[in-house]
């Protein structure tokens, strides 16, 4: 079994060792989590569930995380952290606007097809408490910020072809979170193939654009 | 209130005459359902929320649907009966695959910003049972064929750059689908201006190309 593989169906492994770090148990819970609230959703999975898999007691998981909605939250802040991570890198390169956006659609559609990403977007924000809603909100409301401004940037400087940068985002985003409902481990499709594609087909566009007297197709703007 | 408005928050009006024909009071359970399960998600609403909201009984609210997931499967149903009918019409035009596509994104985004669109996409797939499941992905992957056929398509009639198909389906879909986790009805975009803008983004993409010597601003492909 891949140990600390991010996909990795059991975590039950850091639990069995009395040496480990609590912030090895502590990812070990959230790896475990991620993957059952994927096989079972958010509401279905029990702390029990997540304790059994551990092969720990309910009272041990509290030692961790007073609640599942802490459970969730911990994920959230993981996948969010990764991706805001991602951003400041893109931010601090150097490049076009089109260029830190088809290199923001790369990273993104990496981290969703990784189970913290998958888990966290498939969530309905109807079953978070209030707190926990404006934490998530907050997060989401940062990503579609930095993406907007990379689209802002490459309108002004010639990248991009004038649009509304908002909506722009959203449908970026949009397409980018949604590989959550669909993206299978063992599918067809790998992920690096996934990503590629969604960062050429976003950035650049499905129409192939005429020119007087011969056809020309888009070329990919992500080199791979 | 606007009788018979898809987003009307209240269909009581429907159980308080006997006259009403029995379709009637159906949908009227499902556009309260929809809207419940908007505001609480699906699993915090219970069936006695939405007698509740009806102002009619359980045991009355079971003469039309036998559990929760069947309400919701109603919803889906309604939803994907919508889409379907509008891909029936794309398929009959005449056009390009480019056109098709086009008007498919349009026409979707308008249903993504009603209820039955919102909730259903909204919703975790681990919440349903297998039966319902396989119904709700018979669903998906018929609306996805079509839209990859109408891709395809545009490939060979040169509308469209060479690209995966079944990526490009993914994406566009996505980008659509995620609408419902952000529009809200009473917010500053129109369901007109995001599909609009969705159509022409997506279609279109982002990416300015530049004509030797000028600068040309992709024109839209969607007539407004």
Redo the contacts between chains.
């Keep these: 079994m891949p140990k600390g593989s991010l996909a990795s169906p059991s975590h039950w492994k850091a639990f069995a060792s009395r040496r480990r770090d609590p912030a090895t148990k502590r990812e070990a819970v959230l790896q475990t989590a991620a993957q059952l ?8 999975t029990s702390l029990k569930d997540v304790a059994d898999r551990l092969n720990i007691t309910k009272p041990a998981l509290y030692h961790y995380f007073r609640n599942k909605e802490q459970i969730l939250l911990g994920c959230y802040r993981l996948g969010a952290g990764m991706i805001e991570e991602i951003l400041n890198e893109i931010a601090a390169q150097c490049g076009t606007g ?1 260029e830190k ?1 088809d290199a923001f659609i790369y990273s993104y559609a990496n981290v969703m097809t990784i189970n913290f990403g998958r888990c966290v977007m ?6 978070l408490s209030s707190d926990a809603l404006a934490e998530v909100r907050t997060y989401k409301r940062k990503i579609d910020r930095r993406l907007r401004v990379f ?1 802002q940037e ?1 309108i002004a400087d ?7 940068a ?3 985002a ?10 959550c ?2 993206y299978e481990p063992e599918g067809s ?1 790998s992920a690096e ?2 990503a590629s ?2 960062a ?10 005429r ?1 007087p007297g011969r ?1 020309t ?2 070329s990919p ?1 992500h080199k791979e």
Excluded: H, Y
Excluded at 37 to 44: H, N, T
């Design positions: 609230f994927l096989e079972k959703s958010f509401g279905r089109l956006v498939r969530l309905d924000e109807g079953d689209i490459g010639g990248s991009i072809a004038p649009c509304d908002k909506i722009a959203f449908a970026i985003a949009g397409a980018v979170n949604w590989i409902q669909w499709l193939q996934i594609e969604f050429r087909t976003l950035t650049r566009g499905l129409a192939r654009v020119k056809v197709a888009a703007a």
